[in-house]
């Protein structure tokens, strides 16, 4: 197949974060190393510099997202369908060659809704989807329990799953997302020939234990920004970092415990709700907010590792094979994707998420010779192609070309 338009669809123009990133980052490499006709799809925002400077073209809708909807019944109803946000993509594609386009959905939740799905089926248009969450089964996206602050096992729209009131807002937001989730399994899986990406080995494991197995689905992980590649000699150290949100499922609580029980020093970047709580009760603890790259890379050389204390099923995180190119090891809890990441004795350890197994892991992480082959065996270990963004567009443009 040769393919002559590529068309990125996402919720946002801008880079918000996660998922986003990126889908726009995807937009920027299509249109740096490839001659095809880029174009991007949005719902939301006023399109970033980066974009506008960049040759793809790009088809704004300019839509408020649910939560920035201030008309709650448009937010509702736009929320389970957005016929708007189909029909607009449908006149997209009805100026395309539909057997030289592709089409790369990346987010849809907070603004396009199913609707996009069901326009490119209708329209035969070959569909991909990088599968960055767990929307596809699970009304809330995390397969976690934010009332209980635990993963969740029921079957998702099973009745236990109905009555449970998991949602990080309240009971009816739940009920709100069940309606939302039965109308997109009605459109999705019924969309036969969608092709599945998915981010890691483990999300794919949780998530076809929950939904139908795909006709076609491949793996490809995200790209990630390194910058300027140096071994740090993580055992002249001593800070031990957490970098991410401070919410609850992300584990900082776990953190900060443990670093404390452990008597080493340790960082937090990041801001979120459990900010000012942790810094009342951890006043051993830097905490230093959201910093740039290159207030992170400052970080890197003075860290011991990192650790990643996530409570839930996180898809792909992309700060621990970032701080992994820098010969950083890192301790990651054993429920989320970043155990694809780890091979354990020779970058790092993967540990249950309880305080005594951390504590007794940072507690071999004082041991200097330890530390040092850790740092040796993590930066040799590293694969250098998952640093660029070509790697990233020539892995997709052979699945795209696939038949």
């Not at 919720?11 to 980052?25: K, P, S």
């Not at 011991?304 to 970032?322: C, K, M, N, Q």
Request: proline share 4%; hydrophobic share 40%; glycine share 4%.
């Amino acid at each position: 197949m040769e393919i002559k338009n590529i068309v990125i669809v996402c919720d946002y123009a801008f880079f918000e974060g996660g998922a986003a990133n990126v889908a726009l980052q995807s937009v920027l490499a299509f249109a740096k190393y490839t001659d095809l006709n880029v174009y991007c799809f949005a719902g939301n925002g006023e399109p970033c510099e980066a974009l506008k400077d960049s040759r793809a073209k790009i088809v704004a809708l300019e839509m408020p997202d649910l939560l920035g909807n201030k008309n709650k019944m448009d937010a509702f109803i736009k929320g389970i369908y957005n016929k708007r946000a189909g029909e607009e993509l449908r006149k997209l594609l009805l100026t395309l060659d539909r057997e030289r386009t592709i089409v790369h959905i990346h987010t849809w939740t907070k603004v396009l809704s199913s609707s996009v799905f069901e326009v490119c089926d209708k329209l035969k248009f070959r569909t991909f989807l990088t599968v960055h969450e767990y929307f596809l089964a699970c009304p809330n996206g995390a397969l976690y329990d934010y009332v209980e602050h635990k993963i969740c096992e029921a079957s998702p729209l099973s009745v236990k799953c109905l009555l449970c009131n998991c949602d990080a807002r309240n009971y009816p937001q739940k009920i709100w997302r069940c309606i939302r989730q039965a109308k997109q399994n009605s459109v999705i899986r019924n969309f036969d020939e969608l092709n599945y990406i998915f981010i890691s080995e483990h999300q794919e494991s949780q998530l076809l234990k929950r939904m139908p197995t795909p006709k076609r689905k491949y793996l490809v992980k995200n790209p990630i920004n390194v910058g300027n590649r140096m071994h740090i000699p993580a055992e002249n150290n001593s800070k031990f970092l957490y970098i991410g949100r401070l919410s609850i499922e992300k584990g900082p609580q776990l953190f900060c415990e443990a670093i404390t029980k452990a008597g080493v020093p340790g960082v937090v970047i990041g801001k979120g709700p459990l900010e000012d709580e942790l810094k009342s009760q951890y006043p051993n603890i830097e905490f230093t907010g959201w910093l740039s790259k290159e207030q992170i890379d400052e970080q890197l050389k003075m860290a011991r590792a990192l650790i990643f204390p996530s409570l839930w099923y996180e898809g792909s995180p992309l700060t621990v094979p970032e701080v992994q190119a820098h010969g950083i090891p890192c301790i990651v809890t054993d429920c989320s994707s970043a155990t694809d990441d780890i091979v354990p004795g020779k970058n790092g350890e993967i540990v249950a998420s309880n305080i005594s197994d951390m504590v007794e892991a940072i507690i071999r992480f004082k041991d200097n010779e330890y530390v040092k082959r850790l740092s040796r065996m993590t930066y040799e270990l590293f694969d250098e192609k998952r640093c660029s963004e070509k790697w990233y567009i020539d892995n997709l443009m052979k699945i795209y070309t696939e038949r």
